[in-house]
RNA sequence: CGGGAGAUGUCAGAGUGGUCGAAUGUGCCGGUCUUGAAAACCGGUGAGGGUCAUACCUCCGGGGGUUCGAAUCCCCCUCUCCCGGCCA
């Protein structure tokens, strides 16, 4: 969430900001709006509030004296009454607000370039050069049909359209891969865990997947969980509404899940093979750092990513967003995007994101900066996308027969 | 899923209708003492809102109710622990 202080005293420059992720400026006078009617309700709720306590405590008084309390009570009647309309505007005024409030998405840096989509996103850099081929490549579903790796399908029959199987040593890869991110993650200072593949909605809320964002979601029938769409969900919420310390941070931690999205905005996007499914395995980083630290983190965080892909032999370039292409909660993003040489073209393999304080507000983590509780900086990326590594495998190591070569890191874990 | 017990500050644990945001211990921070540390002693120490700062408001698992007044009484939910069932 975003700070309505700040909203409130810097309407311009706030304004401004968000008008780069296309948010109009009468949504946020809206806001603004909204926070100052609730500040108003709660003020004259409060000292009705008070008025209340201060004659309920005479009573103790007045009966130890022995005196006449029907006066007093009438009194008391008469106010409590009175707060009843108070109470109800100040709770419809706090509702109203934290609709608009949870549904706002975070300022942008500085430094994010303009944009409206992908198409203004900025190269920084590439990494490795794509090899050239004596022959034309083939596409990742192509080379699956020659080596048998992926069951599209079997992967229907049991659940529905873009679902998959992975079978034999694409299986077998799949896990290598899985174990590679981790140990390369650990080797950074990440701390692995295991966690809860279902969430409940707090938590979704926490990261700012809900309330807006509730149709990209599987859900689960009658109970308060749903499937998680990232490893961020857990990672990020295993510090929900807990106060740290300063010497704890940074928290580096990662994780290996299954994410589960609707895909609700991308029919007939990438409709074959499994570049974009309902299910897919990623090795996730999440970081929890000092908010003067956490550019550096995150820069750590990117060229950790670049390294796992460069260890591979991947080539890859690393994207800035811009402000158009910037996700929910994301401040400032940097993407990863590995070279397709079947597809001919650079895809995304890895995002990392530094969310700055938006998280750390709904979710309520703060650490102690002497005697005051500070919200955190919550960063988060990929390292990486399992399924779509295996794409890039098998479209960087084809042979023009169709086989695919293993990369010289991985056969250890094979 | 069935039976029983419980949920209070970092933790442990008192508190069963008013002056309780909450005893005491513990932990943590600061100080005295010490070459240094330990021990001992002294002081500080929950969260959110509000304010220039005070006042003031809210929070004793969550929600609702009774009452002038609720951590304390009533109802619902959730969670935890013990016993049984099922089960990797």
Redesign the pocket.
Known sequence: MIDL?YLQNNFEEASTKLQKKGVETATLQNLQQLFTTL?DC??T???S??E??????????Y??EGKDISEL?TK??AN?EAMIPLQDQARKAEEALYAVALAMPNFPDETVPDGMDEEDNVELRKVLEPKSFTFTPKEHWELSEINGWIDFERGVKLAKSRFSVLKGEASRLERALINFFLDSNRAKGFEEYSVPFLNNATMLQGTGQLPKFEDDLFKIADEDLYLIPTAEVPLTNLYYDE?LTEKELPLLMTGYTPCFRKEAGSAGRDTRGIIRQHQFNKVEMVAIAHPDKSAEVFEMMVNNASDILTALGLPHRVVELCGGDLGFSAATTIDLEVWLPGQNQYREISSISNTRDFQARRA?I?F?EG?K?KFVHTLNGSSLAVGRTIVAIMENYQNEDGSIDIPEVLKKYM
């Open positions: 202080k500040k709660n003020a709720l409060e000292a509030k008070a209340q306590n201060s004659m309920s405590k005479l009573f103790g008084q009966m130890k009570k008391v009647n409590k106060i309520k703060r102690k005697k509780n």
